[in-house]
């Protein structure tokens, strides 16, 4: 797939803390089928967030990625379904 | 009233280590008679500093069972190896003593010059014991402890003592000082220097009780680095990463950041504890308060992340505004108006007030109120009330000054056993930002901590968000990282270097035993380290065994596992009783405890905590 070419389901992105002001936006709609895709996507779209949230590859770094706000995710595979909500928030949530 | 004199030998000297001193100084402001202790090294190297130190000390100058207002309750002012030195955060210090509002241990930590200046005394800790005949300012130099008349100081607030202070005595001299709420024993009163407050669980009644209006000090004991080549190198790395993404959050946002996550993950606690996740708290949010009401980011002394971010009040002035404020005088009280906040929050740092308690205590009697338990004017979203209620508490006038004053714990006595079950504290310490039936692990790190529902002594929340997958399904695996976030606790408020910074640390062991090593010195390395953090984890504990603590003391309030939270976007949320005693038991079991968390002699051998307690009380 090209880059900016999006497929798969359409899902909802929210950012908080410092990621919020990197990605410039509060949300964004994005259709991807995997989290890796949809990080991937975020980084081509928000250059803000690379590289210190999100590597050029949108390998995670310095963030929390949280789906259906329960789920706190590691395997960058795991598919989306339409109406995932994922959010990106700084990893010292608390202090 | 009285001077003192440090006795000529027992003036600074260099001491076999660097950054300490290796004295402590005693004060009886009864007898207007002072003391000065040695430490040992290995006493030092056992329990480092800060919380670590003072509880040590709480534990070796005190006799079981006192009350914590009693004139003899000692209250402990504890600096680090660190202080003075050229690390970033470092310019800190602790003070411990037993706490009015729980009856156990209370550690609490400030930043600012007054660590710089107290260390310059010549001590690594001070002890004050006793009770002034009349309102008082103690000065503590290098050289002479003066205890002076503090009669018109009486009654002010804290930012203004604090000035007066410097103005009677000179721009030299830092000051920690208690506001009215202090002074009328306000079980959650705080000590305030240059507008951090050391916040929980009531200490500036302890020298409100001792009429200690303020404590200044001064001098020009410098302590040597036994280093300084290595250890300027390894600040300067330490400031750069300062700097860096590690610590983003805080420097371009602050701690009020949380607030729109945690509600978003229904985990932010709202009309006493009745919700979890609502929209009004978009309102509270830090876009939200950032629009038109920024006022300015400051730093602590010796700090280069510079969290404190600060916002205009309705009266023309600026105050910090910080997540667990926002939390507990906004949400928990159903009040969303950000401006009443703002000046809210003020009022509550000029009297010397804990947010946190005020702020919960406050919802609670709001709920006991919407009951039908308690009859009263307190209702949730009554913005127009709140900064009222807050003057009648710090000066004990009033209703909410009668009924809310001594906090949950107390109010939910006098009403009964319904509201004993709903009262959320922890040991009698009102809980913070965080709902234990959206976060399991922190759930029990609310429960077992020594301070009472404390998240800052072990930061358990990031458990919860550190595991991978559903966060709900924390087994007795994930406990693992609650021990290891409670000694890194342990560790980084003993040295002390503040949480903040805890992210650009790593590797955490080796770096902390590098600041460490380059400081005093010693030989130490990341194994002596966590061991040191073990001890002073279970130190503190052992302080509340002593005290009386009892195995049912390590829970939470029944109704977190009764009354379920109806979210919107994950359903019904309640805590399993059967889950939290299965991660409770894997918590005592993963530091070597008994099944019901007391502290097996063999424990106590292998930490060496009797025989530390013992040698600082044979001096």
């Known amino acids: ?95 | 009233m009285w001077s003192c004199p440090i006795p000529v030998g027992d003036r600074a000297e260099r001491s076999g280590c660097g950054g300490y001193h290796g004295r402590y100084l005693v004060v009886d402001l009864a007898r207007a008679a002072v003391m000065v202790g040695r430490f040992e090294e290995a006493t030092l190297r056992a329990v480092l500093g800060g919380v670590g130190l003072g509880t040590a000390l709480l534990a070796a100058w005190s006799e079981p069972g006192l009350d914590p207002l009693a004139p003899d309750a000692p209250v402990v002012i504890a600096f680090s190896p660190l202080v003075g030195g050229p690390f970033t955060t470092s310019a800190k210090f602790a003070v411990v003593a037993k706490s009015p509002l729980t009856y156990r241990l209370c550690d609490g930590l400030c930043s600012s010059a007054f660590a710089l200046a107290g260390k310059r005394t010549g001590f690594d800790a001070i002890v004050l014991r006793g009770t002034a005949s009349e309102p008082a300012l103690l000065v503590i130099t290098d050289t002479e402890v003066r205890l002076e008349a503090a009669g018109p100081l009486w009654g002010l607030t804290t930012t203004v003592t604090e000035q007066a202070v410097r103005d009677r005595l000179g721009p030299r001299y830092e000051a920690m000082v208690i506001g009215p709420a202090g002074e009328h024993l306000v079980r959650f009163a705080t000590v305030q220097h240059s507008g951090r407050h050391v916040g929980r669980g009531g200490l500036g009644a302890v020298l409100g009780a001792k009429r200690l209006k303020a404590i200044a000090v001064a001098g020009d004991a410098r302590c040597r680095i036994a280093d300084p080549e290595a250890a300027g190198r390894l600040a300067r790395l330490l400031t750069a990463r300062s700097l860096g993404p590690a610590t983003e959050k805080y420097r371009l946002v602050g701690t009020t950041a949380n607030l729109a996550v945690l509600n978003r993950l229904a985990a932010m606690p709202a009309y006493s504890f009745r919700s979890s996740q609502v929209a009004e708290a978009d309102r509270l949010s830090a876009p939200s308060l950032r629009a038109g009401a920024y006022a300015e980011r400051r730093s602590c002394a010796a700090c280069t992340i510079g969290c404190e971010h600060r916002y205009r009040t309705p009266e023309g002035g600026a105050v910090r505004v910080e997540y667990e404020s926002l939390f507990a005088l906004g949400a928990a009280c159903g009040i969303w108006d950000n401006a009443i906040l703002r000046r809210a929050l003020a009022r509550c740092d000029e009297l010397g007030l804990d947010t946190i308690s005020t702020g919960v205590t406050l919802a609670f009697a709001m709920e006991c109120t919407r009951r039908g338990w308690l009859d009263s004017g307190f209702r949730f979203g009554a913005a127009d009330r709140l900064v009222d209620w807050i003057e009648e508490i710090a000066h004990r006038r009033g209703a909410a000054g009668e009924l809310l004053a001594d906090g949950v714990r107390q109010l939910a006595r006098r009403i009964g056993p319904e509201a004993e079950r709903l009262a959320p504290h922890v040991k009698g310490l009102e809980l913070p930002g965080y709902d234990p039936r959206a976060l399991p692990l922190m759930a029990v790190g609310l429960a077992v901590t020594p301070r009472g529902a404390d998240h800052n002594r072990m930061t358990a929340y990031e458990a919860d968000l550190a595991r991978r997958g559903d966060r709900f399904l924390a087994t007795e695996a994930d406990v693992v990282r609650l021990v290891e976030l409670e000694r890194r606790a342990a560790l980084l408020d003993s040295l002390i270097v503040c949480k903040f910074l805890r992210k650009a640390l790593e590797p955490f062991y080796e770096t902390t035993a590098r600041m460490l090593a380059v400081t005093t010195g010693w030989p130490i390395d990341a194994d002596e380290l966590v061991a040191a953090a073990e001890r002073i984890v279970g130190l503190r504990r052992w302080y509340n065994e002593r005290e009386g603590w009892r195995p049912e003391e390590d829970d939470l309030p029944a109704r977190f596992f009764e009354e379920p939270l109806q979210t919107a976007t994950l359903g019904e949320l309640c805590l399993s009783r059967a889950q939290f005693l299965r991660l409770r038991a894997a918590y005592y079991k993963a530091h070597g405890w008994a099944d019901d968390g007391s502290l097996p002699p063999e424990w106590l051998d292998r930490y060496r905590i009797g025989e530390i307690v013992s040698r600082l009380r044979g001096r």
């Open chain 1, 1 to 95: 797939m090209r880059a900016g070419q999006q497929r798969g389901p359409a899902v909802r992105v929210e950012y908080y803390g410092s990621v919020r002001l990197r990605a410039g936006v509060a949300t964004d709609e994005v259709r991807a089928a995997s989290v890796a895709e949809l990080l991937r996507e975020l980084v081509r779209r928000r250059r803000g967030l690379s590289p210190d949230v999100l590597a050029e590859d949108g390998t995670p770094r310095a963030v929390l990625v949280v789906l259906n706000e329960r789920h706190v995710v590691d395997d960058l595979s795991h598919p989306l379904m339409p109406g995932d909500r994922v959010l990106l928030a700084n990893p010292d949530v608390g202090g």
